[in-house]
């Protein structure tokens, strides 16, 4: 471990202000995808500590709440640029558990924090409402609370940037959170801890919980009655556990589950650039997020052109050990996303699709797998229904508009759609016809802190980012004023 401040690398968790070991002193390893070396250990945290964390942000969230808007943004911002001050670290301690390139590292950091900056300044803006009322003597004045406290679930894919963006809105809106990071990638979250600490962040207000599995630390967190929300990122089988367990006290709830990002290519298209487009949407993170196409469907009068083009740019892509100069697709998370990335392929294979690039296990080893580009795929494929996680783009093709929006829809997901053509009309039109909470059109890549990140149908509830991520921390208030 070569950091130029050691001390962000934390093998403890945090909670109520302090490090601490289990009760019961287990600890659990963490390692390094690209090498399978232990980076080190951390605690294995149950129901018992995580019902400790909550009650101590319960305890801190009255002091929390009464600072005005001004004060908890200047402490976002002293946070925000901590982060920024040790993006190096933050970024090398991601490469080292999670595997992506230090360019794409570096990228998050700076991604994750700017959700910090952004929450700073919207927190000054919670504005309320005067309604004019029906009686003379009335007046009625609509405020914005904070909800309470919070409990959020995040993945590996986005060590950084899916604490920051659920824990910024939170804190600006003055509620507390506890958070349990994904077991393969707790040092992000616990170096975050470490800077939120320095930045004065007061004891209780953001703990982390670690935990080599979910569900004790998720059913405590669904069901304590102290715990007014639960935020989660991941798939969709288990936000539907936790909204399944949140219904016993009623939380409120967001959640960003699984996705089956279609993206179509009209003959009307800029060719290059929708492969540029593809290239940024497909194999990002090594074809690991949400947000990643997992369907690319083509017209029937391109899909030659495209499928060469394309083939070409996936050919130059380089795998290795993400510290490593000129390497952009790292390693997969574990074995299991390995097999899963295999099956599709094979299933794909059997039933016609042709490799056009990659298509097997990396000569590296480990779970180093070849970008992969399938030709002639066809909708009775797994790829078709069922999100891949990995770096394999399966190529559809398509006769009509009509035709293509039936396809794109045909899925229970419903997070990022992309698109790319040059007709303004289709633009309109298609742009209304999907059935998704993002639409890129004529780019692969959308997200910001800016505008609002979500998912309709089973792909979530709710949006993070923007004006509306600080809606998602904030109750409505009426107060009815009579006798004036
Ligand atoms: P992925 O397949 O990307 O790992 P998961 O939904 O399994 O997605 O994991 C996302 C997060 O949910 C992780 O922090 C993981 O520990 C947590 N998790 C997994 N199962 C449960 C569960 N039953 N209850 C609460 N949290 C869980």
Same mark, same amino acid.
């Given at each position: 471990?070569?950091?130029?401040?050691?001390?962000?690398?934390?093998?403890?968790?945090?909670?109520?202000?302090?490090?601490?070991?289990?009760?019961?002193?287990?600890?659990? /390893?963490?390692?390094?995808?690209?090498?399978?070396?232990?980076?080190?250990?951390?605690?294995?945290?149950?129901?018992?500590?995580?019902?400790?964390?909550?009650?101590?942000?319960?305890?801190?969230?009255? *002091?929390?709440?009464?600072?005005?808007?001004?004060?908890?943004?200047?402490?976002?911002?002293?946070?925000?640029?901590?982060?920024?001050?040790?993006?190096?670290?933050?970024?090398?301690?991601?490469?080292?558990?999670?595997?992506?390139?230090?360019?794409?590292?570096?990228?998050?950091?700076?991604? &994750?924090?700017?959700?910090?900056?952004?929450?700073? /300044?919207?927190?000054?803006?919670?504005?309320?409402?005067?309604?004019?009322?029906?009686?003379?003597?009335?007046?009625?004045?609509?405020? !914005? /609370?904070?909800?309470?406290?919070?409990?959020?679930?995040?993945?590996?894919?986005?060590?950084?940037?899916?604490?920051?963006?659920?824990?910024?809105?939170?804190?600006?809106?003055?509620?507390?959170?506890?958070? @349990?990071?994904?077991?393969?990638?707790?040092?992000?979250?616990?170096?975050?801890?470490?800077?939120?600490?320095?930045?004065?962040?007061?004891?209780?207000?953001?703990?982390?919980?670690?935990?080599?599995?979910?569900?004790?630390?998720?059913?405590?967190?669904?069901?304590?009655?102290?715990?007014?929300?639960?935020?989660?990122?991941?798939?969709?089988?288990?936000?539907?556990?936790?909204? @399944?367990?949140?219904?016993?006290?009623?939380?409120?709830?967001?959640?960003?589950?699984?996705?089956?990002?279609?993206?179509?290519?009209?003959?009307?298209?800029?060719?290059?650039?929708?492969?540029?487009?593809?290239?940024?949407?497909?194999?990002?993170?090594?074809?690991?997020?949400?947000?990643?196409?997992?369907?690319?469907?083509?017209?029937?009068?391109?899909?030659? /052109?495209?499928?060469?083009?394309?083939?070409?740019?996936?050919?130059?892509?380089?795998?290795?050990?993400?510290?490593?100069?000129?390497?952009?697709? &790292?390693?997969?998370?574990?074995?299991?996303?390995?097999?899963?990335?295999?099956?599709?392929?094979?299933?794909?294979?059997?039933?016609? *699709?042709?490799?056009?690039? &990659?298509?097997?296990?990396?000569?590296?080893?480990?779970?180093?797998?070849?970008?992969?580009?399938?030709?002639?795929?066809?909708?009775?494929?797994?790829?078709?229904?069922?999100?891949?996680?990995?770096?394999?783009?399966?190529?559809?093709?398509?006769?009509?508009?009509?035709?293509?929006?039936?396809?794109?829809?045909?899925?229970?997901?419903?997070?990022?759609?992309?698109?790319?053509?040059?007709?303004?009309?289709?633009?309109?039109?298609?742009?209304?016809?999907?059935?998704?909470?993002?639409?890129?059109?004529?780019?692969?890549?959308?997200?910001?802190?800016?505008?609002?990140?979500?998912?309709? @149908?089973?792909? &979530?509830?709710?949006?993070?980012?923007? !004006?509306?991520?600080?809606?998602?921390?904030?109750?409505?208030?009426?107060?009815?004023?009579?006798?004036?």
């Amino acid at each position: 471990m070569k950091l130029n401040d050691n001390s962000l690398f934390r093998q403890q968790a945090y909670v109520n202000g302090n490090w601490i070991d289990a009760d019961d002193g287990k600890t659990f /390893e963490v390692t390094n995808p690209a090498t399978n070396e232990v980076i080190g250990t951390v605690p294995d945290l149950g129901a018992a500590e995580t019902k400790r964390a909550i009650e101590a942000a319960n305890e801190a969230w009255p *002091a929390w709440r009464a600072k005005t808007a001004a004060e908890r943004s200047a402490i976002l911002e002293t946070w925000f640029n901590l982060i920024m001050e040790n993006q190096a670290d933050l970024a090398a301690l991601m490469t080292l558990e999670q595997g992506k390139s230090i360019a794409e590292s570096t990228g998050e950091v700076a991604y &994750g924090a700017s959700f910090i900056k952004w929450f700073a /300044e919207e927190c000054k803006r919670v504005y309320g409402d005067t309604i004019p009322s029906k009686n003379t003597d009335q007046r009625i004045v609509v405020t !914005k /609370e904070p909800i309470g406290v919070c409990a959020a679930i995040t993945p590996w894919n986005f060590p950084n940037a899916m604490i920051t963006r659920k824990a910024a809105p939170a804190f600006g809106a003055g509620c507390p959170m506890v958070v @349990k990071p994904a077991e393969a990638t707790p040092f992000s979250a616990l170096a975050l801890a470490e800077l939120a600490e320095r930045a004065g962040i007061p004891a209780g207000i953001f703990s982390v919980v670690t935990a080599s599995q979910g569900k004790d630390v998720g059913e405590e967190m669904t069901t304590n009655p102290i715990v007014r929300k639960v935020t989660f990122t991941g798939s969709t089988a288990v936000g539907k556990i936790l909204m @399944k367990q949140c219904s016993s006290t009623l939380k409120k709830m967001s959640l960003e589950l699984g996705g089956n990002a279609p993206f179509i290519v009209f003959e009307d298209a800029d060719l290059d650039a929708a492969v540029e487009g593809l290239m940024v949407s497909k194999y990002r993170n090594s074809g690991q997020t949400c947000v990643c196409t997992n369907r690319t469907i083509v017209h029937e009068s391109v899909y030659d /052109e495209f499928a060469a083009k394309l083939a070409a740019k996936v050919g130059e892509l380089k795998v290795g050990d993400g510290f490593e100069e000129g390497v952009n697709q &790292g390693p997969l998370i574990n074995m299991a996303a390995v097999e899963k990335v295999e099956d599709h392929i094979s299933d794909a294979v059997e039933k016609g *699709a042709k490799v056009l690039v &990659g298509g097997k296990r990396h000569e590296l080893g480990k779970t180093f797998f070849e970008p992969t580009l399938l030709a002639n795929v066809t909708t009775d494929m797994k790829v078709t229904y069922e999100e891949t996680f990995g770096p394999v783009a399966p190529l559809f093709s398509f006769k009509t508009e009509a035709e293509a929006i039936q396809m794109a829809n045909d899925t229970e997901f419903g997070l990022a759609a992309y698109f790319f053509s040059r007709d303004i009309g289709r633009s309109w039109r298609v742009s209304e016809a999907l059935e998704y909470g993002m639409v890129g059109v004529n780019s692969g890549l959308i997200s910001t802190e800016v505008a609002p990140f979500g998912g309709v @149908k089973e792909s &979530g509830l709710g949006r993070e980012g923007s !004006k509306f991520g600080l809606d998602e921390y904030l109750e409505t208030k009426y107060i009815c004023m009579a006798g004036v």
